[in-house]
């Protein structure tokens, strides 16, 4: 098993910056490859960004969202600049068995992000 335990959501301003940070234990962090999700209201939930063997990001925060993790801390980390009102909706971090594994299973409880216009 895999607890997954995030921090950092909030209230910011368009333009401003939020960290988010997902802290893991329960199985060996290196070998998972960890996820950042959103969901905004009346919408799918995406994936946002990874990071395993390489880190992938979607279209729409590409030069904007940095994620990284720290094995010292068992953390991951999703930076996010030049925040946007459509960057709006709960975070979730996930982790999987690797970046074969076809599902994330393991999921933390969400932080609620609000960008501001």
């Known amino acids: 098993q895999v607890q997954l335990v995030e921090s950092g959501g909030g209230l910011v301003q368009a333009g401003g910056s939020l960290r988010l940070a997902c802290a893991a234990s329960?199985?060996?962090?290196?070998?998972?490859?960890m996820g950042w999700f959103r969901q905004a209201p009346g919408k799918e939930r995406e994936l946002v960004a990874s990071?395993?063997?390489?880190?992938y990001y979607t279209d729409s925060v590409k030069g904007r969202f940095t994620t990284s993790r720290d094995y010292a801390k068992n953390t991951v980390y999703l930076q996010m600049n030049s925040l946007k009102p459509e960057d709006t909706a709960v975070y979730y971090c996930?982790?999987?068995?690797?970046?074969?594994?076809?599902?994330?299973?393991?999921w933390g409880q969400g932080t609620q992000v609000t960008v501001s216009s």
């Open positions: 990071i395993g063997g390489s880190t």
């Open positions: 996930a982790a999987k068995n690797g970046d074969y594994a076809t599902r994330y299973d393991y």
């Open positions: 329960g199985r060996t962090f290196i070998r998972l490859t």
